[in-house]
């Protein structure tokens, strides 16, 4: 079936380097695609989304990127911080009309080495 | 103020036994939904409801059965709980399924243990 997946599980980043995370989809009806981060202990948090009209969002510090063609999202942040570890997941939903659920991927853990 | 919250936090119980789960948010949404996170960290959803009205209804036993006695309440009874079923439960909602803004907001988990 459709599905979202991350290409690493684990990443290690020196604090003050740059992250980034990525994300295969498959459904290509999808439009919406969202990262969250999830701290421990807590329910994940909105970061930034992206709608498939576009190929690049920035916010703070963080920058999402989609490429259509291979059907990959990335999740950049810059000078990354200890307060940046936590569990990273795309989720994406697909524009078929009606309700569509949004399906979360299997989540990357960030790791950051003071 | 807490936006979506979910009690209890914690629960710890035996095999067999029925609980529920409650939620609620002040956000004013119309959407609240319920998934489910593995010891994998993956989240599954599992149900949403739209003012009252459930709208999505994954592959759940029919053990669980969500209630939704307004728009800003979503509860989840669960009965004879397995040994499987211990994971994180958490609550969520959102302006509106249908809405183009679909951010999510997540309420703190509640941590369910089956022994």
């Known amino acids: 079936g459709e599905s979202v997946g991350l290409h690493l599980p684990t990443l290690s980043v020196q604090e003050g380097d740059n992250s980034i995370i990525n994300c295969a989809y498959s459904n290509s009806a999808s439009d919406y695609f969202i990262w969250y981060k999830q701290e421990s202990g807590k329910g994940p948090q909105f970061i930034i989304d992206?709608?498939?009209?576009?190929d690049k969002r920035q916010g703070q510090r963080v920058t999402v990127l989609l490429n259509k063609t291979v059907k990959h999202l990335s999740l950049q942040i810059a000078a990354t911080q200890p307060g940046d570890s936590a569990v990273y997941f795309c989720a994406e939903r697909p524009n078929s009309g009606g309700y569509q659920k949004v399906t979360f991927g299997t989540g990357t853990k960030l790791q950051v080495i003071p | 103020d807490t936006a979506v919250s979910q009690t209890p936090k914690y629960l710890v119980t035996q095999m067999g036994n029925d609980k529920s789960i409650k939620c609620e948010q002040n956000l004013g949404h119309d959407t609240m939904y319920w998934y489910k996170q593995d010891s994998k960290k993956f989240l599954k959803i599992m149900f949403s409801y739209n003012n009252k009205e459930l709208i999505i209804n994954e592959t759940v036993p029919n053990r669980f059965s969500p209630k939704s006695p307004d728009k800003a309440h979503l509860n989840l009874h669960i009965n004879s709980l397995e040994l499987g079923d211990s994971a994180v439960y958490f609550c969520a909602s959102s302006q509106g399924a249908r809405s183009r803004v679909e951010t999510q907001y997540f309420g703190p988990g509640t941590r369910l243990l089956v022994l």
């Open positions: 992206i709608r498939s009209n576009m």
